[in-house]
């Protein structure tokens, strides 16, 4: 919880929200702060008799408590006390502080008897939580206030300055409002940014609070995401210009600019993404114009806030005219949130940045639970705002919502704001199903790697398998000879050949064929002439036996003669028969001449 420095008796009215309605020595006497307020003590710590209620006396203390029906008591502590004060100061003692502890870890807690039997150390260490008692190293305190402030409060100091008004309140702006991108405060500044000293601060927020509203000081809002954008243009508090574009470039549910699908090599050619392509390029055509016809604001603007994400600030800076105009004025991130570029989100962004914020005081929650404890939660603030809903962490609204569970009947928590309690088995449920959630997210990523690895190592088997195909087939054709002896045995049968292996191989089969049939018919020949020649040589030898005057008769010479004719050339054999022809003829012609 945070309750403000100053209580709203002290400011009757309310207090000015904008930088521009502030009086020129608002900052004047203002404190600089170089940490987060949390961290910073008060200008007047509650114990001092100033800021301290009137105590009642005994007999008042009794008559009221005799007349409203109700005694002072510690439900956490299970504790009661005769008077008002005895209560308020058994809540600021160690024993309240541990056993608030205690119960926040779901421990039992300890009574006063039991804390003084044995040694405050062993008894912390023997419970499992740290000492309550404060600290004699001041150092040490400091770091461990720093430990205890929330993340989202260093995000936060990170971005705004912090200033101690004589009033008392912690007032906040936001940095980028009078520091340049490149700029820091110089009690967090680094060598790669420039310092400004705590005079320069003051002086520009003078400065801030002294322009004229002449349109000499002018601030301009630029947004632009999702085919959406909206410019507007403020002098103080007023608009000068405005005006907002909407293009449709990008699919439903996809969250992505066809430009960028398109930059992915995965083209779509269909009426949707051609429509895309086109309005893009026309929300790019009618944003720089624009920024042309606003040359005379940036021109005069302090500073520009310019919110485009990713690929679309190459909308605003793609351009010779438009980068100009541009880098030569300010350009300044936007620190905020920033929902769909609309008139009224421009106006919401510009509204937050030059806003006086009002900070709170003590944010962990330690300090919650003790103000909850002593201090009444449906009070208002002079804007009627209760302690929770002015509570920036999640974590003190939720001590709010735990200390409602035990004491359900002790505020009007209705009053308070406060939505519903939050128990012990509520937050081991909501635990549980966190812890069942981001299992299953990561069983869900581990699966989704695995299936990523599988259709890897599959394409890579499957370039592998290709690259082996080409290769095989590179080597048939680079092989012709070695693949018709394989095609010429008979029963053989090649796989994967193509339609002109085929056919080779088809020839080849044929010619075979006709060789072998030109074989056997050589080999019968054969056989025929041998039993022509061995009774040719029966006669003659009958013949010379009968007589001188018998011979061969002359027409199976003449026959074989007039035969071997045909392939005789002259002295050798053409070079038209076959081997084996060739054979055959020579042997006829040895055995004719012997006849002769």
Partial sequence: MALAAASPEKRATAPPRSLFDLSSDFFDSSVLLRT???????????????EQLPVPSTAQQQLLSETAGFSWTCK???????????????????????NVKLSIAGKTIIKEEDLD??????????????????????????????????????????????????????????????????????FVCKGSTSCVQEDDIRNRMKRLTCEPRDASHLRIIILTSGGHFAGC?????????????????????AGKRQSGKDATGKVAHSAGSSLRRYNEAALKKEVQELIVSWKQYFDTCVCAFVYAPS???????????TQSILQACDIRPVPLTVHRPTLK????????????????????????????????????????????????????????????????????????DVPSALTKEMEESQAAKQAEKDAKKKARAKELKKLKKAREKEEKEKEKAKAQALQAQAELKGTSGSMANRSSLPGLKQKNQS???????????????????????????????????AQSSGTSGTAAAAGPTQRAAPDDKLFFRRWLAKYRSTDTTTNTAAPHVCIFIQKCRKMIEKTV
């Fill in 76 to 98: 956490t502590c299970a504790a009661e006390f005769d008077s008002l004060q005895e209560q308020r100061e058994h809540f600021k003692s160690d024993l309240h502080r541990l």
């Fill in 499 to 533: 339609p002109q292996q085929i056919l080779m191989a088809k020839e080849e089969e044929r010619q075979r064929k006709q060789a072998e049939e030109r074989e056997k018919r050589a080999a019968a020949a054969e056989r025929r002439l041998a039993a022509l020649a």
């Fill in 311 to 321: 690929k679309n600030r190459q909308m605003l800076f793609d351009g010779d005219k």
């Fill in 117 to 186: 039997k044995k040694d405050p150390d062993s008894l912390f260490d023997d419970l499992e939580v740290s000492s309550i008692s404060g600290s004699e190293d001041e150092t040490e305190n400091v770091t461990t206030s720093h430990r205890g402030l929330s993340i989202r409060g260093k995000e936060e100091f990170r971005k705004k300055l912090y200033f101690r008004h004589q009033s008392g309140d912690t007032v906040s702006i936001w940095r980028c409002i009078v520091f340049k991108e490149q700029e820091d405060p110089f």
């Fill in 36 to 50: 987060h307020p949390s961290l910073v003590p008060t200008a007047a710590e509650p114990s001092e008799p100033s």
């Fill in 345 to 416: 989100e421009a106006k919401r962004i510009y509204s937050n940045l030059t806003q006086l914020y009002y900070e709170l005081e003590c944010s962990t929650t330690e300090e919650t639970l003790t103000n909850v404890e002593s201090l009444d939660p449906c009070i208002r603030d002079a804007r009627g705002k209760t302690p929770y809903l002015l509570a920036s962490d999640k974590e003190v609204r939720n001590t709010f919502r735990r200390f409602m569970a035990l004491n359900l009947d002790r505020w009007d928590w209705h009053a308070a």
């Fill in 233 to 253: 243009v403020f002098d103080g508090n007023s608009i000068v210009a405005h005006k907002t574009f909407h293009r449709y470039v990008v699919r439903a549910k």
